[in-house]
Structure formats: structure tokens, C-alpha cells
């Protein structure tokens, strides 16, 4: 049984809609959670219809402006129950019909500020002290449990303390992981900050029960700047990444505009409108050869430079201060945006 989780950091773009369609394929989702949704709930059916049809969902759009939680479902696969919802913070219980495995889940968007998320720390405090079921949070808190989870700038006690508190009082520890452990990327080349936004939270009754679950983070890819966590109960093997490997993102902008004066500038006798209509016959030949160069397999190419941005986005959360690295990532990150979205209209 798969479920995730993933910040997106806005969710109206249908390339956007696209990533998360294949996230819930390649990982065979039936439960996922979208935190930081920025849509209107009017637009949630029309998405879902789209991009996830048969799927359920249930949001707190209309408790807090702007869209924050919005969790979608495969009613074929699991039953979930809406158990409370606030701001912050929607809770659930989830059976899963083949097994018949039931649990509580909460799915969590913390607010900006500490004052702001203290309510978000009273409604987890109340739902714990009223369970005795297995417990999992799959969380965006907005901050960090330790100064070790955020490279770049130190928080300060203050910033730790709400958070630290909650997990002693209601005896949550974070789940297994693997993957990506900085979850999250500011992209500022001057001044980078790196942390551990997203994370897996378990209760004790979770363990008391026997269940096991990893997560896995995956790098963000281009889409967000945040790590989709998958939590896989039972623990399915998590394949490696690929060896990474440089593009030249403007490759294909500078071999379209060379072969597009190559043609132009070529010399054709006659008048004006013949030598237009000879130019014009020439030029499409050879777009047509740049098309089949560069477009053709439009999805595996899409696919290799996602792969390409995804295996330098973990070689750079271990070697942070490699400038290489940093420098390539946006012409990376422009690259799979560029072939992403010519795989959307060529299928569209």
C-alpha cells in the first residue's frame, strides 16, 4: 500500500497536473495529499475529472484563503472516513478494502509564522490525546525539529521549541526514510538555504501494532521545490537513481535558429515571391529533420532530462557547495520544463 505526499507550491498549471498524475502512477498511489494548492475549490472538480478520474477528494479550502490541503483518493482501492478539518490541518481514517488495514492520517500545511502554527499545535494535540489507533502524519510544518535539519541559516530555540514539544508530549517520531533528507531548496544561487520541511510522523500505538512503513523522498524534479515523499507500508525496495549526466539546455534554440537562417540566407535566383516560395520549400525540409532531431520520443526525452535533474538535485544535497552543480541547476530545471510541456501539447 503506497500513499504520498507533495508540496507543490501551486496546482493550477496542467503540467503541474501532469507531475502528480505520474507520481500516483509510477509509485501506484491510492492516497496522496497536495499541500500549498493556491487553486480555488470551483477548480478542483474540473482538475479531477481531467487529470484523476474515479478519484474522491476532500480540502480545506474553504476554512483558510488561498488553498492549502487538498487530498484525493482511489475509492476502488481505500475507504476514508473525514474525521476533522481546519486550517491546518485535515485528519482520517483510511481502511484498505483488500487488506482491511485501518489507521488514522493526518495530512498537515503549517503557516508561515510561530504564533500562526501554535493552533496547528493544539489541533494535533488534541486529535492525539483522543486516539488509541495507529497514527501517521504526513506533514509541511514550516519548520524544522533541529538545528541539524536546516543548512544555511540556524533557527533559533524559539523557532524549535512548539515543535519539540508536540512530539514529546504525544510520543511521535519520524518514520524510516530514504532518499533526499533536505527536503526542501530555496534556489537561491547567492544565499542557498536547505531543510527538512517534509516529513513522515508516527504514533507509538503505529509501532505497538506492528506496522512498518518507509518513506521515500525523491528529489523535486522541476515542478516544486519541495521532495514528493512517498510512505510505503510493508516496505517495497526503492530502485536507485541513475548515474547524472550535463545537457546544454539552449541546444535546442540555437541549433532551430541556425537552421533556420542556414536556410533563409541561402542565395535562389528569380523574383521576389520566387525566391520566398523557394526558401519557404527548402526551410521545410530541413525543420522537418531539426523536428524528428529533436522531438521525436518526446516522452523518453522528456523523461531523461527529468531523471538528469532529479540525480543532480541529489548530488547536490550532498556536495551543497559544489558551484558546478549549482550553476547547471536552472538550465536543467528549464530543460524538462521546456520538454514537459512539449510532451503536453503533443498529446493534448
Not at 487530498?71 to 473525514?82: A, G, K, P, Y
Not at 517495497?236 to 541556425?258: C, E, G, I, L
Not at 525543420?287 to 532529479?310: G, T
Request: hydrophobic residues 40%; glycine residues 6%.
Amino acid at each position: 500500500m503506497n500513499i504520498g505526499f507533495w508540496n507543490v507550491s501551486g496546482f493550477s498549471r496542467p503540467l503541474k497536473h501532469n507531475g502528480v498524475a505520474h507520481l500516483i502512477k509510477n509509485n501506484q498511489l491510492c492516497l496522496l495529499g497536495i499541500l500549498e494548492t493556491k487553486i480555488a475549490a470551483s477548480a478542483v472538480p474540473r482538475i479531477l475529472s481531467r487529470s484523476f478520474p474515479g478519484w474522491c477528494q476532500v480540502n480545506n479550502f474553504d476554512m483558510i484563503n488561498g488553498g492549502r490541503i487538498l487530498i484525493i483518493w482511489n475509492l476502488t482501492v481505500i475507504d476514508l472516513q473525514l474525521e476533522d478539518i481546519s486550517q491546518q490541518v485535515i485528519h482520517c481514517c483510511v481502511t484498505h478494502k483488500s487488506s482491511q488495514l485501518s489507521f488514522s492520517i493526518s495530512f498537515i500545511y503549517g503557516l508561515y509564522s510561530v504564533v500562526n502554527r501554535r493552533s496547528m499545535w493544539d489541533k494535533l494535540s488534541e486529535l492525539g490525546q483522543n486516539l488509541s489507533s495507529p497514527w501517521l502524519i504526513l506533514c509541511d510544518f514550516n519548520c524544522v525539529r533541529s538545528p541539524k535539519k536546516k543548512l544555511g541559516v540556524t533557527p533559533t530555540w524559539y523557532e524549535l521549541k512548539d515543535f519539540t514539544d508536540c512530539c514529546l508530549s504525544l510520543g511521535l517520531q519520524d518514520a524510516p526514510t530514504t532518499g533526499c533528507f533536505y527536503t526542501w531548496h530555496s534556489n537561491n544561487e547567492s544565499n542557498p538555504v536547505w531543510c527538512k520541511l517534509d516529513r513522515v510522523l508516527m504514533n507509538n500505538e503505529w509501532l505497538e501494532a506492528g506496522l512498518h512503513c518507509n518513506t521515500h523522498f525523491s528529489p523535486p524534479g522541476c515542478l516544486s521545490d519541495h521532495s514528493p515523499g512517498i510512505v510505503s507500508i510493508l516496505d517495497p525496495p526503492v530502485p536507485k537513481p541513475k548515474p547524472f549526466q550535463f545537457f546544454n539546455m539552449w541546444a535546442y534554440h540555437q541549433d532551430f535558429m541556425t537552421t533556420v537562417e542556414h536556410g533563409w540566407n541561402s542565395n535562389v535566383g528569380g523574383t521576389a515571391q520566387f525566391n520566398l516560395c523557394r526558401k519557404l520549400k527548402a526551410l521545410k525540409g530541413s525543420l522537418k529533420a531539426f523536428n524528428n532531431l529533436h522531438f521525436s520520443h518526446i516522452s523518453a526525452r522528456a523523461n531523461e532530462a527529468d531523471l538528469a535533474l532529479q540525480d543532480a538535485q541529489v548530488q547536490l544535497e550532498s556536495d551543497p557547495e559544489n558551484d558546478n552543480l549549482q550553476d547547471s541547476m536552472g538550465e536543467l530545471r528549464k530543460k524538462v520544463v521546456f520538454l514537459a510541456e512539449a510532451e503536453r501539447h503533443f498529446y493534448f
